[in-house]
Structure formats: structure tokens, C-alpha cells
């Protein structure tokens, strides 16, 4: 049973670029959620995803937007790239609607901007 | 905003001995909390959960301790082992209405041989 699958594991971009990161939710699980977290620091909320819709958003500019497919699968995209924006990049996934708890973590994407 | 946040960023115990990891929280509201252990290049790994209702909950060699009057959360290793060695956040979550989890900064468990 595979777990939460991002793509690409790494990647380097230059400043005012724009960038797509890609998660593939465990299987049985519909609810996708986007961390991000930067060096020596927790996870920071950017937003979540069901039913293919934003249900909730973190502290996040509208640089920061997603989208979640029917297959559930999700991307995030970022525009307008910063230097501040290098970090790690999770995607969780969960099941279920308000209520429910169970996230299980993908490995990552590693996002350096220059 | 809330935020949770941890005692120490580092921690170094002799291997076979117990650790204890030291969270405190700010948002009353909180009623679920979990520990996380994250191991360099991968993602947050569920450790042990606990809700509001409970002050203690035991899984295999970690017990989580939830103090709601401090608002204090502790993860206990028991027997440490190498592979302990990583980094663990405590995270705080509202079940109904607020799905987001607020992670600390968390605290770099080493575990000397």
C-alpha cells in the first residue's frame, strides 16, 4: 500500500520563477493538506484540500494556490518566487471530512530558490 | 496567533536510558495533540496521539502525558535505542472546525552509543 508520493524530490529555481509541486494521496484517503517548513523549524499550515475544493488556508499570500484533482491527487503552485520560499514542502493526506485526524506525511519536496 | 511551542531545542541521552520530550501549548481550544518524529529527508512520522479527555496514553516504549491545566505536553522514550535519534514535534489540532495542525519547532533527540 503506497504511501503519499511527492514529485520532484528536489528542485532549484531562480527568483520570480513559478513552481508546481505534486502529491499523490495514500490510497483510501481523499483530503490533501500542503506544510511548509523551513529550515530548523515545524511544519507551517498552508492549506488544505477535499473534495476538490480550498477548505481551509494558513498564513499563506495568494502567491500560493492549489488544486486538487477528481483522482484526489493535488499540486501546489507557487508564483512570483522569493528567496524566502526555499523550504521543504509536505503534503499530508487524511480521510474524511471536519472531524477527522490520521494525517500520513509524504517525504517531501525540497524547494531551493536562488 | 496560537502556536505550540517545545522546552528544548536539543536533547542528548545515553542509549538505554529514557528521554522525555517537553511541549507547551497556547490554545485552549486544542483538544487533540500529537507527536511526530522526523528523521532527516523524510516527513513527519506519527509517533502517539491523545485527546483532551485523557491525561495519558501508553503505545510501545512512548507514553504521551497531556497536563491541560499547564496546557503541557510530554513524550516519554523508554529504552532508547539509535534509532531514536531524530527530530520530534508536538502538534496541536482541533478536531471539529479546524483541521490544520500547529507544529513547534521542535526538539532534536540524539542518542549517544
Known amino acids: 500500500d503506497a504511501g503519499v508520493t511527492q514529485s520532484p524530490t528536489h528542485l532549484i529555481k531562480t527568483r520570480g520563477q513559478q513552481v508546481t509541486l505534486r502529491c499523490s494521496p495514500k490510497?483510501?484517503?481523499?483530503?490533501v493538506s500542503w506544510y511548509q517548513q523551513a529550515l530548523g523549524q515545524g511544519p507551517q499550515f498552508i492549506f488544505q484540500?477535499?473534495?476538490?475544493?480550498?477548505?481551509q488556508r494558513g498564513n499563506f499570500p495568494d502567491r500560493f494556490s492549489g488544486h486538487q484533482f477528481p483522482n484526489y491527487s493535488s499540486e501546489l503552485n507557487v508564483n512570483a518566487l522569493l528567496l524566502g520560499d526555499s523550504a521543504l514542502y509536505l503534503c499530508?493526506?487524511?480521510?474524511?471530512?471536519?472531524?477527522?485526524?490520521?494525517?500520513?506525511f509524504g517525504s517531501g519536496t525540497r524547494l531551493t530558490v536562488v | 496567533g496560537e502556536s505550540v511551542g517545545l522546552h528544548l531545542p536539543t536533547l542528548s541521552v545515553q542509549e538505554g536510558d529514557n528521554s522525555i520530550i517537553n511541549c507547551a501549548y497556547s490554545?485552549?481550544?486544542?483538544?487533540?495533540f500529537i507527536w511526530y518524529k522526523q528523521e532527516s529527508g523524510k516527513g513527519p512520522q506519527f509517533i502517539i496521539d491523545?485527546?483532551?479527555?485523557?491525561d495519558k496514553r501508553q503505545g510501545q516504549r512512548v507514553t504521551v502525558l497531556l497536563n491541560k491545566t499547564v496546557k503541557h505536553l510530554s513524550l516519554q522514550i523508554a529504552a532508547t535505542q539509535p534509532g531514536d535519534s531524530a527530530v520530534y514535534f508536538c502538534?496541536?489540532?482541533?478536531?471539529?472546525?479546524?483541521?490544520?495542525?500547529?507544529f513547534g519547532t521542535g526538539t532534536r533527540l540524539t542518542i549517544i552509543p
Open positions: 499530508a493526506s487524511s480521510l474524511g471530512g471536519p472531524g477527522q485526524a490520521g494525517y500520513t
Open positions: 490510497s483510501g484517503h481523499d483530503t
Open positions: 484540500y477535499y473534495e476538490e475544493e480550498e477548505r
Open positions: 490554545n485552549s481550544a486544542s483538544d487533540y
Open positions: 491523545i485527546r483532551s479527555n485523557m
Open positions: 502538534a496541536e489540532n482541533s478536531l471539529f472546525g479546524n483541521e490544520k495542525l500547529t
